[in-house]
């Protein structure tokens, strides 16, 4: 697809992901940055101010023709929505209620989720673990593409394609390549959120069930905010893995952007992040980053030594901690 084929080979590498051996250096040159590790006591608040957001939305969404609530799902709907569903990420890692309330957490997962229209909490938790676990491994690392992806949407027009299937890849993709067994919270994960589409039905019309469906579809393919999809770990320089993005839309995205910093710390609260940077800016402020997740997706689609195949990927073991 498209007038220039993009790479179709990954980057194999022979080496262990960099955030252990920076993590380790940054804390023996900077132990106070243990003082950062937590969760985030007004994180909660934040979350429950966006959920109560959309609630207050639904009664309005059966007045709006479908033309009009497909615009209001994407310009309004989507922002709120993918910035609950990075909340599920800050939640994945516990900022909710800290590590010795796992279950807390969970159910509060649940509770975010609502306004997504699908249930996606805790099976989310479960693979962005191994994410982080194996980051980079081959059949390990539920984040890389597959290689029918890498060879099928090449070109300008197949790398649209693969940013407007983002939604159906990003989470069908781990179910088939990394399958793991359903949990007990994870059935209940959709029996929530069905209980809570049905109640929706029953109060504002379908509409209002899929406005919050379709927000969260369409703000994870051609959005802005998707735009971290690509800027996080696709390789736009040689080599290196991860990338932060230092912009305006980490005020709405609990600072998902600092990237970089958040795989070499992902015991530290998106809040805390850039206190983060400050402290140890020599290690971060040289390295490859973005300012515009616009431009990364431009250029994603547009340079031909970018595409799905343009990542990291190694078939030995991480350095676990």
Not at 150 to 171: C, I, S
Request: glycine share 6%; net charge neutral; proline share 7%.
């Amino acid at each position: 697809m498209g007038a220039k084929v993009s790479r179709t080979d990954f980057e194999w590498v022979y080496t262990e992901e960099p955030h252990s051996s920076r993590r380790k250096m940054i804390l023996e040159k900077y132990p106070e940055i243990k003082q950062l590790f937590g969760h985030d006591p007004n994180f909660k608040w934040v979350v429950m101010g966006l959920v109560v957001v959309q609630l207050v939305a639904l009664p309005f969404i059966h007045q709006l023709s479908w033309p009009l609530l497909l615009v209001t799902a994407y310009c309004f709907g989507g922002f709120v929505n993918h910035a609950l569903m990075v909340a599920l990420h800050e939640i994945a890692h516990n900022f909710a209620f800290g590590h010795a309330r796992p279950l807390a957490n969970r159910l509060f997962g649940m509770v975010a989720n609502l306004p997504l229209g699908l249930p996606a909490s805790i099976t989310f938790k479960k693979y962005h673990m191994e994410h982080h676990k194996y980051q980079g491994v081959d059949d390990m690392d539920p984040d890389l593409p597959t290689v029918w992806e890498a060879r099928l949407f090449t070109g300008t027009l197949g790398k649209l394609a693969w940013l407007a299937l983002l939604p159906v890849l990003y989470t069908v993709r781990p179910l088939l390549v990394r399958p793991m067994a359903l949990e007990r919270l994870e059935l209940l994960n959709i029996v929530v959120q069905m209980a809570f589409n049905a109640c929706v039905v029953q109060l504002f019309g379908w509409k209002a069930v899929w406005y919050l469906i379709l927000g969260t579809l369409l703000s994870m393919g051609w959005h802005p905010l998707a735009g971290h999809f690509i800027s996080e770990h696709y390789m736009f320089k040689k080599g290196v893995e991860t990338y932060s993005y230092y912009g305006v839309a980490n005020y709405i995205t609990f600072n998902l952007g600092y990237h970089m910093e958040h795989h070499d710390f992902p015991a530290i609260p998106g809040s805390r992040l850039p206190e983060l940077k400050r402290i140890a800016s020599e290690f971060y402020d040289e390295l490859p980053h973005h300012r515009s997740y616009l431009v990364a997706m431009y250029q994603f689609v547009t340079d031909p030594a970018l595409g799905p195949a343009a990542r990291v990927i190694r078939r030995q073991q991480p350095h676990h901690n």
